[in-house]
């Protein structure tokens, strides 16, 4: 198959105007920019074309929007700081790599650590003076922040579960070779941030020195010098076990088993969250059924996947720039011939299987080789030390001692792994004497529910997001219990603006930031996420919104049908019904 963009039967010839990104990277010489000009100079912040580049490596830049107002009036400017991601495929990696991030959030960040909903880890609050530094040292513990963040293939998703068997070992191997293949090609990561041990120089990709006469062949087959036109993102799944959300990717793998072992995917595309409510244009979509691959055939299907959004993805408007757009456009049929066109044969028609279960992998599960992992539910995902819980402190004991391997869930929380029968009461002990609620003292609820970041770092919040949702799900636990719904699973989503970090449009239930203090309330979708959502309710108020979601469980509690789920309950009787059925249930 060629990646070369003069071969690709989908280029296009006429010409469009480019968005004022598209002309940054284009201009960018790879995505070096002048970030190395910049990092030298004492101001606390970037220019706008180089932030849209350090997207690429890993960075977005913030400001604590809790103290603007203060600084404004005091006379000074932001309290700017920048946000680093890494990339950690499938959520997996070493106890070791988890005490440097520890370390780093200490010694360089705000103290906090976030788990995300991709499966990987945020650091917040890295001073601009700083961020070589904390790049430089996560690369030291064998992990990267190159293409987390930017308009390429970000982290790859994939089940986190530890098991024993061909099946889990063959979609791990896959997922960290399918990463390997859809990396950016750019030295300019290297030349920026990694530095020689010894000599402190900076070395290329390839382990060689730069040249002080002349630029290195920069060769990117499969993005191009432009890259994608907006951001991508993968995933890999078990019909059983969709607990990565496989409809909400913008390429997604569904393993096709037979006599245990995988014998190809059913390969989904045009998945995608963001929505701009100005914007009808806009739209959540989940991803359709494109045709089925063998595991050969797998990687060079997705390089054909991206070379068709790269080609003909919308680069004159961002905000229809993802691959739903194109796929919206022209049809399935359509995308799935040009895919075939660049691939260069025919593909399979699906096979039947599809996403039919969701574990969250949270308590003891066994790993079927003797040993245990432990799913403990970590509240958004946030790693803190307080008076009343020691996340941080835990954890580096935890890792000290059993040094085994951790694995993040795409619902922000963490798995133990490698645990032996006689080491399971000390684990659950070093969780509870630092005041953090084993998963079994979790709430179903609360351990099902997630939020973005949003205030005070994110730079497009307009509500509250990780801050609000811990006290809403305070407020309805007791209203759940008294209507004898504690056990019952449905997940609750929460973000601070309409681009849907935390998938908010494929929930049961999702409020998504509509205006200061007001949200956007959705039902209808499900926790196997393979439905979207509709909006139930516009513009609810803060102080209203506990209300307004205990009139929708007292009205599921006295009209759902047999054994069926909150989602599938509100999207039978539709939105308008709902809201009459709301209204009329007695209150617990």
Request: aromatic share 6%.
């Amino acid at each position: 198959m060629s990646t070369d963009a003069s071969e690709s039967s989908s280029q296009t010839e006429a010409p469009i105007k480019l968005s004022a990104v598209e002309k940054i990277k284009l201009e960018s010489n790879y995505l070096m920019g002048t970030i190395d000009q910049e990092l030298l100079d004492p101001v606390d912040h970037f220019n706008n074309d180089n932030l849209q580049l350090l997207k690429f490596h890993g960075s977005y830049q913030q400001d604590d929007r809790d103290r603007r107002v203060e600084l404004k009036k005091s006379g000074g400017g932001k309290a700017y700081s920048m946000m680093l991601r890494c990339r950690i495929p499938g959520g997996r990696m070493t106890s070791d790599q988890l005490v440097a991030h520890l370390d780093m959030c200490d010694e360089l960040g705000n103290s906090t650590l976030k788990i995300t909903t991709r499966q990987t880890l945020q650091l917040h609050g890295i001073l601009k003076q700083n961020l070589r530094e904390t790049i430089d040292r996560i690369n030291a513990c064998g992990l990267s922040t190159l293409a987390a963040c930017g308009d390429v293939n970000r982290n790859i998703m994939c089940c986190p579960a530890k098991r024993v068997g061909p099946i889990h070992a063959q979609l791990e191997r896959f997922t960290d070779e399918l990463t390997a293949a859809l990396a950016p090609q750019t030295p300019a990561y290297h030349e920026l941030w990694i530095t020689d041990p010894d000599t402190g120089e900076k070395s290329l990709a390839d382990g060689g020195e730069p040249s002080p006469t002349s630029n290195p062949v920069i060769d990117e087959p499969l993005y191009g010098p432009t890259y994608l036109p907006r951001k991508f993102k993968c995933g890999i799944a078990l019909p059983e076990d969709n607990c990565i959300d496989i409809y909400t990717q913008d390429l997604g793998f569904i393993a096709v088993v037979r006599d245990d072992k995988i014998i190809g995917y059913n390969v989904i595309v045009g998945g995608g969250m963001g929505r701009t409510p100005s914007a009808k244009k806009t739209f959540p979509a989940l991803a359709k059924r494109m045709a089925f691959v063998t595991p050969e055939q797998a990687i060079d299907v997705a390089k054909a996947v991206i070379i068709v959004q790269r080609d003909n993805g919308n680069r004159s408007d961002r905000k229809v720039a993802r691959m739903k757009y194109l796929i919206a456009d022209w049809g399935i049929e359509r995308f799935r011939a040009e895919v075939e066109s660049v691939f260069g044969e025919k593909l399979a028609d699906c096979t039947e299987d599809d996403v039919h279960g969701f574990d969250d992998h949270m308590g003891w599960q066994a790993q079927g080789d003797g040993k245990w992992s432990y799913g403990l539910n970590v509240e958004n995902g946030r790693l803190y030390d307080n008076e009343k819980i020691q996340f941080k402190t835990a954890f580096r004991k935890i890792c000290a001692e059993f040094n085994r391997e951790i694995r993040f869930t795409g619902h922000q929380s963490i798995i133990f792994c490698d645990i032996e029968e006689n080491e399971k009461d000390r684990l659950i002990e070093l969780i509870q004497e630092h005041g953090i609620p084993t998963t079994e003292q979790t709430s179903t609820v609360r351990r099902w529910s997630m939020s973005c970041v949003a205030l005070p770092t994110c730079g497009l919040a307009i509500t509250e997001s990780e801050r609000r949702l811990p006290s809403l799900i305070d407020s309805i636990e007791e209203p759940l219990a008294k209507l004898g719904l504690s056990g019952e699973r449905f997940t609750i989503r929460m973000t601070g603006c309409p681009n849907g970090c935390a998938r908010p449009y494929n929930a049961d239930l999702a409020l998504v930031g509509r205006a200061v203090g007001k949200y956007t309330m959705f039902t209808g979708g499900g926790w196997l996420g393979n439905r979207l959502a509709e909006i139930y309710k516009d513009s609810v108020k803060d102080d209203e919104v506990v209300d307004e979601m205990v009139g929708l469980f007292s009205a599921f509690k006295a009209n759902r049908e047999g054994s069926e789920s909150f989602g599938d309950f509100c999207a039978r009787v539709g939105v308008e019904k709902l809201a009459e059925l709301a209204e009329a249930a007695p209150r617990p």
